[in-house]
T-cell receptor, first 111, second 116 residues
Framework: GENVEQHPSTLSVQEGDSAVIKCTYS??????FPWYKQELGKRPQLIID?????GEKKDQRIAVTLNKTAKHFSLHITETQPEDSAVYFC??????????FGPGTRLSVLP | GAVVSQHPSRVICKSGTSVKIECRSL??????MFWYRQFPKKSLMLMAT?????????EQGVEKDKFLINHASLTLSTLTVTSAHPEDSSFYIC????????????FGAGSRLTVL
């Protein structure tokens, strides 16, 4: 079945620095690549996504880059703030309507 | 945007009782909803796919008689944990997909179940 991995599993950065989380997937037919942010005890929320026809998408301090050849996409957060502290999940569609989620990356932004 | 409402947010029950969790799509119709279970500091594990008007599709290892799913309308899916035991204590989250060039998932707020 579809395999989705994330690296690193935990990440600590100083406030104002950048954070990068990488997601690798196995299904070469995938064409949609989302990132979700989940704060403690809350629902996962879509923060950015990218389709396979583009290589990069940016939304203010958040960006996602896609390398379809290597089958990975990355989340980039610049000028990190304490409220960016959360668990971030990448996901990959399975071919139906469902998604396989990565194991998550716990980001801590230190003041 | 799409909104998914999930209730209750927290429930505490005694061992042996049943608990029902509701998942509603508020401003769109969802022919398919998904139910996940999330353990502390872990990822989302798909339990079942809920299809309106038909039987749910359960993932391997998920007991269908334990976790009853009903999707009787285009806006409501329910998960009933039957004869709950302490090991069923967990965070349960539902989601629904909307189409925006690709299937985009919107999640409910989750339900924390504690079985005493």
């Amino acid at each position: 079945g579809e395999n989705v991995e994330q690296h690193p599993s935990t990440l600590s950065v100083q406030e104002g620095d950048s954070a990068v989380i990488k997601c690798t997937y196995s299904d070469s037919a995938s064409n949609y690549f989302p990132w979700y942010k989940q704060e403690l005890g809350k629902r996962p929320q879509l923060i950015i996504d990218i389709r396979s026809n583009v290589g990069e998408k940016k939304d203010q301090r958040i960006a996602v880059t896609l390398n379809k050849t290597a089958k990975h996409f990355s989340l980039h957060i610049t000028e990190t703030q304490p409220e960016d502290s959360a668990v971030y999940f990448c996901a990959n569609p399975t071919g139906g309507q469902n998604f396989v989620f990565g194991p998550g990356t716990r980001l801590s932004v230190l003041p | 945007g799409a909104v998914v409402s999930q209730h209750p947010s927290r429930v505490i029950c005694k061992s042996g009782t049943s608990v029902k969790i509701e998942c509603r799509s508020l401003d769109f119709q969802a022919t398919t909803m998904f139910w996940y279970r999330q353990f502390p500091k872990k990822s989302l594990m798909l339990m079942a796919t809920s299809n309106e008007g038909s039987k749910a599709t359960y993932e391997q290892g998920v007991e269908k008689d334990k976790f009853l799913i009903n999707h009787a309308s285009l806006t409501l899916s329910t998960l009933t944990v039957t004869s709950a035991h302490p090991e069923d204590s967990s965070f349960y989250i539902c989601s629904a997909a909307t189409w925006a060039g690709a299937n985009v998932l919107t999640f409910g707020a989750g339900s924390r179940l504690t079985v005493l």
